[in-house]
């Protein structure tokens, strides 16, 4: 069974940091693709950044590229999503997800592609 645990939102200021964690059980996180998408108010949920194992590859949403970072550490079954200059339009509910093969292209911002979510983590970016 494939469970995926988000940590690390939280209230914050336009500007600042925060770092969300993912961890991860199950096999999926042997050969995977793991994303982060987050769904404001009132939204869809849309793709933020994504990846890859065993070939690394990172995707990133346009609105996020540059100020986010993502990674993986296979050692702790754990893949964080690094968000700096944060500001009110990135407040959103942020999810974990996953799928059980190397994304590539397109594929890898469509969240309907990843079969695997958690339960989410608030962000909160205040002016």
């Known amino acids: 069974q494939v469970q995926l645990v988000e940590s690390g939102g939280g209230l914050v200021q336009a500007g600042d940091s925060l770092r969300l964690s993912c961890a991860a059980s199950?096999?999926?996180?042997?050969?995977?693709?793991m994303g982060w998408l987050r769904q404001a108010q009132g939204k869809g949920r849309e793709f933020v950044a994504a990846?890859?194992?065993?070939?690394?590859?990172?995707y990133y949403a346009d609105s996020v590229k540059g100020r986010f970072t993502i990674s993986r550490d296979n050692a702790k079954s754990t893949v964080y999503l690094q968000m700096n200059s944060l500001n009110p339009e990135d407040t959103a509910a942020y999810y974990c997800?996953?799928?059980?093969?190397?994304?590539?292209?397109?594929?890898?911002?469509?969240?309907?592609?990843?079969?695997?979510w958690g339960q989410g983590t608030q962000v909160t970016v205040s002016s």
């Open positions: 997800a996953a799928r059980e093969s190397a994304c590539s292209g397109y594929k890898c911002y469509v969240p309907n592609e990843y079969g695997y």
């Open positions: 990846i890859t194992w065993p070939t690394v590859n990172t």
């Open positions: 199950g096999r999926i996180f042997s050969g995977s693709t």
